[in-house]
């Protein structure tokens, strides 16, 4: 059965379907821009979810860092917390280091809301999905990239947290990520995690 097949059998969206055409697992795997449409793949194929939470932990990790070097994240001390408590999660993702990480996520996300102008709605929390476009073009890049930023570090503490739903808060992470700053090759540090020598063991 080719990939193709496969993706037909799982009854994937045919936008993807169409895109993998002819190609086999690895070179798809080598040339998918969808990030969205990795994770969701990996989740079919029951990886360690911990792989997961690795993917989510360093797309913030990454945006956090380049919104640090390009001086848009002002407190460098809450910045570097919120970096170091990703990686204790990952690797020891105890209850008191969890707490750690959505204090130092909720306190950046706060430091973005008690700086934005009056006229910036947020409709919703929800990965920052309620956000309208227009409020963006008032405000600028630069509160976008924090608050992306603060959202991507939240839904990487929920991918340890609540580990069922751990594709969708990767998915979250990855898209706030990429929304934060739209340099990040998401789908490269998905690569990096979820390897295809992974994907073929399964």
Known sequence: ??????LIAMDACQKII???GDRDLATAW?????????????ETKKIDKKLFAECA???????????????IIQDEDNSRLIIEVEQRCLENPTEENIKTLIFASDAA???CYKNRPTNHRIL???????LLNEDFENVGSAYETILFASYAVWFACRVIRFDSDASR????????????????????????IITIDVLEEK
């Open 57 to 71: 932990l360093t797309c913030a990790k990454t945006v956090l860092q380049s919104a640090s070097q390009r001086h």
């Open 30 to 42: 080598a040339e998918c821009p969808d990030a969205t449409w990795m994770l969701w793949y990996a």
């Open 169 to 192: 808060c990767a998915n979250d992470a990855a898209w706030s990520a990429s929304r934060a700053d739209d340099t990040i090759n998401v789908p490269d540090i998905i690569r990096g």
């Open 109 to 111: 996300r706060f430091a």
């Open 124 to 130: 919703s929390a929800y990965g920052g999905r309620g």
């Open 18 to 20: 169409d895109w993998v």
């Open 1 to 6: 059965m080719t990939l193709k097949d496969d």
